[in-house]
């Protein structure tokens, strides 16, 4: 089991930053098996994703958040990170901390947190 816990979103204006965390924690996969992704779901709309790190370190973002959002991982804390610059009244949602283990496909889902974004 991988458990995910996500911090660090709130109400900022349009414009502003936030930076999100998720720390991982487990004893089943080390943090270096899990391939880490960052999704959102805002009200009435389907959970997409907006950013994915790898085990490796390949990076892939959303059209929608590219050259606004850096999603990074430190392994030594067992953390994934979603720096979000720039932020605009449509990036509002509940944000999801995932994670996939490399070798079986097995995926977990942090419990969320809110953004809100004022114009």
Not at 6 to 17: F, I, R
Not at 39 to 54: D, H, K, L, M, N
Not at 86 to 98: F, G, Q, R
Request: proline fraction near 2%.
């Amino acid at each position: 089991q991988v458990q995910l816990v996500e911090s660090g979103g709130g109400l900022v204006q349009a414009g502003g930053s936030l930076r999100l965390s998720c720390a991982a924690s487990g004893s089943t996969y080390r943090f270096n098996e899990l391939n880490l992704a960052w999704y959102r779901q805002a009200p009435g709309a389907q959970r997409e994703s907006v950013a994915t790190i790898s085990s490796s370190r390949v990076i892939n973002y959303a059209d929608s958040v590219k050259g606004r959002f850096t999603i990074s991982r430190d392994g030594a804390k067992n953390t994934a990170y979603l720096q979000m610059n720039s932020l605009k009244p449509e990036d509002t949602a509940v944000y999801y901390c995932n994670a996939v283990v490399r070798r079986n496909g097995y995926t977990f889902w942090g419990q969320g947190t809110h953004v809100t974004v004022s114009s």
